[in-house]
């Protein structure tokens, strides 16, 4: 079993840039409070819905708050962190007077709404970017595409606290001690394998998919005695972070795709706080992502909170249904 705590791997990996340890250190120390406000749940008054909407005009709950206030109030405190961008605010928040400090910080702080008041995890979504060094902070300054990224992961909340982090050398999963309060490595390089029998989608959506979503999944479905030839087997828990975690884990392919509800919303996630971290991480960890038939990563952002569709994981699935989309 391993020893190894965040902390002393940062100091292994980041020796040259103390920088990006401090904010890395940052967001894990803030994850512990977010985790002990998750665990504590009805006991500690944080259930429920905060009766505000933020600018997709979602309702927030007050974990989504709680959350954010505290990520935000952690990383103006590194004294390296330029500015912040979240799913929770309409516009980025540009920390005073450190518009030089050399990196921007986008956030989805409490992923999985839908599943705080049930019991289900829960996570938080980062992803880190250079400061372009342009001036002022403003929403511009963060609209680089994926590839850009130095360092993203999520933390999630579920039986475990676990971080998975890169910093763009492979994937490392870390596991929180609660009792000594750090986290321990606990996987050293995750490897999501190329071919899976598992899929994560939001069925009851089907009557609205595009047509090549629809062949995919139907495909699948056929199981042993259609085309693939295989059964496969499905999940979803409406919690990005705990599906990708899944699928880090043990392979599988994650999809929310663009549908014909809103032929103008490009999907329900969102591309530069929920779609490129998680691309990064699986694409470190030898998998694909793709929106349709684009590399995630690749599409260059017009706007901080735009949406995309996801398809990632299993590499050998995720490039079938991009081929699908190509064609
Ligand atoms: P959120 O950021 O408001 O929590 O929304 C994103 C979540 C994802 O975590 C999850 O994959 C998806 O929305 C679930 O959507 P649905 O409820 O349509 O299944
Ligand atoms: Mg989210």
């Known amino acids: 079993m391993s020893t190894t705590t965040l902390s002393a791997y940062l100091a292994q990996n980041q020796a040259a840039n103390p920088a990006l340890t401090t904010l890395l250190e940052a967001i ?27 600018v997709q005009g979602e309702t927030q709950k007050k974990l989504d708050i709680i959350a954010n206030d505290m990520l935000l109030e952690a990383l103006a405190r590194t004294g390296v962190v330029a500015g912040m961008a979240s799913e929770e605010l309409d516009d980025c928040s540009p920390v005073p007077g450190q518009a030089d400090k050399p990196y921007l910080v986008l956030f989805d702080p409490l992923d999985g709404s839908s599943n705080i008041d049930v019991n289900v995890s829960i996570g938080t979504i980062f992803s880190v970017l250079n400061n372009p060094g342009t001036g002022e902070i403003t ?31 492979g994937v490392c999963a870390f596991t929180l001690d609660r009792e000594a309060g750090q986290y321990v490595m606990t996987t050293e390089s995750m490897q999501v394998p ?37 059964d496969f087997n499905m999940r979803w828990i409406a919690s990005m972070v705990a599906d990708v975690h899944r699928v880090l884990t043990r392979g599988g392919i994650f999809m929310y795709p663009k549908d014909l509800r809103d032929p103008n919303k490009p999907g329900k996630l969102r591309l530069m706080y929920e779609a490129n971290p ?50």
């Open 194 to 230: 190329a071919d899976t029998k598992e899929f994560a989608i939001n069925m009851s959506n089907q009557r609205h998919w595009y047509p090549p979503v629809q062949q995919y999944i139907a495909e699948l479905l056929a199981g042993k005695t259609g085309v693939r030839e295989k």
């Open 139 to 169: 929403n511009a300054s963060f609209l680089q595409n994926g590839r850009k990224q130095v360092a993203a992961g999520y933390v999630v909340y579920g039986p475990q606290t676990s971080l998975v982090l890169t910093l763009g050398q």
């Open 278 to 327: 998680m691309s990064f991480l699986i694409e470190q960890a030898g998998g694909q992502s793709y929106d349709a038939a684009t590399r995630i990563m690749d599409i260059e952002p017009t706007d901080l909170h735009q949406r995309c569709a996801v398809m990632l994981g299993s590499a050998n699935e995720v490039e079938r249904v991009a081929r699908y989309h190509a064609g």
């Open 28 to 54: 894990a120390a803030v994850s512990q409070d977010i985790s002990a406000a998750v665990h504590k749940g009805a006991l500690g008054g944080v259930l429920g819905s905060a009766e505000t909407e933020n």
